[in-house]
T-cell receptor, first 112, second 114 residues
Framework: GQQLNQSPQSMFIQEGEDVSMNCTSSSIFNTWLWYKQEPGEGPVLLIALYKAGELTSNGRLTAQFGITRKDSFLNISASIPSDVGIYFCAGSRGGAGNMLTFGGGTRLMVKP | DAGVIQSPRHEVTEMGQEVTLRCKPISGHNSLFWYRQTMMRGLELLIYFNNNVPIDDSGMPEDRFSAKMPNASFSTLKIQPSEPRDSAVYFC????????????FGSGTRLTVV
């Protein structure tokens, strides 16, 4: 079963607003990743984080790897309609095969 | 690079029938994963292979599910016999071993069992 708690489960916001979502775990991960899934497609990697405390940006997206290695957050600034989708956090403990554990997802809806 | 290729994109079948889902990973990726996605349970890992060898199949729901990877460029997930509760989107993903950022998903197969 899932070991990552992701919140909120869904968000309905106005275009232009900032968005924040987070992920927590009871255990440590060595890598945190954030994916976006659009309708009818598989998840696509947005940001990967490799060190505790790391803050990484990708355009309007910013993600941080928590100091305790048990959490991560993703911020989206100035949302636009094409930001709509499901955002997943994922953690990896590394090692052969780099198996990922996924959060339950945050469904984002943006009103123009 | 064509990415991870899954077929078919959609499959509708009757309960009791055998279903075979197919996946072609990205060339050079040594790890391959099968996931199932439902509204209730989210993304669940079913099985993963490393260098064509099944490493962890603890997520396979029951004996009706089986997966094979006969070579580095092809994998199948088979359900026999299928049941309505198997209806879901099944994703295949591949990656370079020991690199979490190399995880690429296919577009999925939407399975409906009626």
């Amino acid at each position: 079963g899932q070991q990552l708690n992701q919140s909120p489960q869904s968000m309905f916001i106005q275009e232009g607003e900032d968005v924040s979502m987070n992920c927590t775990s009871s255990s440590i991960f060595n890598t945190w990743l954030w994916y976006k899934q659009e309708p009818g497609e598989g998840p696509v990697l947005l940001i990967a984080l490799y060190k505790a405390g790391e803050l990484t940006s990708n355009g309007r997206l910013t993600a941080q790897f928590g100091i305790t290695r048990k959490d991560s957050f993703l911020n989206i600034s100035a949302s636009i309609p094409s930001d709509v989708g499901i955002y997943f956090c994922a953690g990896s403990r590394g090692g052969a095969g780099n198996m990922l554990t996924f959060g339950g997802g945050t469904r984002l809806m943006v009103k123009p | 690079d064509a990415g991870v290729i899954q077929s078919p994109r959609h499959e509708v079948t009757e309960m009791g029938q055998e279903v075979t889902l197919r996946c072609k990973p990205i060339s050079g990726h040594n790890s391959l994963f099968w996931y199932r996605q439902t509204m209730m349970r989210g993304l669940e890992l079913l099985i993963y292979f490393n260098n064509n060898v099944p490493i962890d199949d603890s997520g396979m729901p029951e004996d009706r599910f089986s997966a094979k990877m006969p070579n580095a460029s092809f994998s199948t997930l088979k359900i026999q016999p299928s049941e309505p509760r198997d209806s879901a989107v099944y994703f295949c993903a591949s990656s370079y071993p020991d690199r979490a950022d190399g995880y690429t998903f296919g577009s999925g197969t939407r399975l409906t069992v009626v």
